[in-house]
């Protein structure tokens, strides 16, 4: 479904007699090595929310990166992509004048950096023959031009499998280790999954885990009250 736009100091004590001499104290253990991995940082339900940028802070464009996982069988390493499944990355966006909108293939709008929305989609890889999958940058020069942006993904085409295709969104940029949101569920029958909210106020800019499965566009729209009108749509 495609969007229709036709619409936070003691004293010295006296010296004493020493006393006998205490056995020598048992070595320290050393410290249990830790699992968190400092690469990067994974937003899960218990811990959905991290700082991207201070209030004020400007800084160059992030990329979000789309991929699906095989796993370490045959063919390939983690992020070889899953056959018989078109994946598609899109975002809807709100700037701070209330403009509204959305970038994606099927919304036949690839947006632009240089100039509003200052987002861009990178390419519909169709094939999933792209190692690096569907990218989309962001350009935070200006952090308040923007409100909130929605990340969220569609099945186009293959099988609504979402335990399969076992989705990855990773955020980078230059504040800090990539940002990495799975999507974790196992529902299966919905083709638009909502992925990550990127918001701009007054506190600088953050990313929360979204991760939310809906039949439709227009039915995510309105569980995050957007106000976008939604039709049918084809690439």
């Not at 940029?173 to 569920?185: A, H, K, L």
Request: hydrophobic share 35%.
């Amino acid at each position: 479904m495609a969007i229709d736009y036709t619409k936070r100091p003691q004293s010295n004590p006296t010296p004493q007699a020493p006393s006998p001499a205490a056995p020598p104290a048992a070595p320290a253990a050393p410290p249990a090595p830790s699992s968190v991995d400092l690469s990067k940082i994974s937003l899960t339900k218990s811990s959905p929310t991290v700082s991207l940028a201070k209030a004020g802070a400007s800084g160059g464009t992030i990329r979000i990166n789309l991929n699906w996982a095989q796993g370490s069988g045959a063919g390939g390493g983690f992020f070889k992509r899953k056959s018989g499944v078109d994946l598609d990355l899109r975002c809807l966006y709100e700037l701070s004048d209330g403009s509204l909108g959305g970038v994606g293939a099927l919304d036949r709008n690839f947006g632009s950096l240089e100039k509003r929305p200052f987002i861009k989609l990178d390419q519909d890889d169709r094939s999933g023959s792209a190692a690096s999958g569907e990218n989309m940058f962001v350009n935070l020069a200006d952090p308040g031009v923007f409100r909130r942006i929605l990340v969220f993904a569609d099945i186009y085409e293959g099988s609504p499998n979402w335990a399969a295709v076992d989705g990855v969104v990773t955020v980078e940029s230059q504040f800090g280790p990539p940002i990495e949101v799975r999507m974790d569920s196992e529902k299966n029958s919905l083709r638009t999954a909502s992925i990550a909210l990127i918001e701009s106020g007054p506190q600088g800019v953050t990313i929360t885990r979204a991760v939310e499965y809906f039949s439709g566009g227009d039915k995510m729209d309105k569980h995050f009250r957007w106000g976008l009108n939604w039709g049918r749509g084809s690439k």
